[in-house]
């Protein structure tokens, strides 16, 4: 079973960066694609950013320009490294793995703990 661990949440003020760590156990990693989610307070777990095996990103329009999602195939794992933060950027932020299929990520694993980034105005 496929085990994710987020990592690097904090607490920043606005227009500053924190940069997040998903590590994966599973044998290959190649293969698969990665995303990142976020919940904020009261709110709907969204998708903020994802990339697929081969390197192809996207972004939801919210973070476009503040964040930027990588992957280091050797380490096991992904990154969120997100600037310019916003106070709407508060929220527990979780990644995933999953196929990626005509430019969409799906999510196939259990969700880990997540972890908190909170941003003061």
């Known amino acids: 079973q496929v085990q994710v661990t987020e990592s690097g949440g904090g607490l920043v003020r606005a227009g500053g960066s924190l940069r997040l760590s998903c590590e994966v156990s599973?044998?290959?990693?190649?293969?698969?694609?990665i995303g990142w989610y976020r919940q904020g307070y009261d709110k709907q777990r969204e998708l903020v950013a994802s990339i697929s095996s081969d390197g192809i990103v996207k972004y939801d329009d919210s973070v476009k320009g503040r964040f930027t999602i990588s992957r280091d195939n050797a380490e096991k794992t992904a990154y969120l490294q997100m600037n310019n933060l916003k106070p709407e950027d508060t929220a527990v932020y979780y990644c995933n793995v999953g196929s990626w299929n005509n430019g969409n990520f799906r999510s196939f694993a259990a969700w880990g703990q997540g972890t908190q980034v909170t941003v003061s105005s």
């Open positions: 599973r044998s290959t990693f190649t293969g698969i694609a």
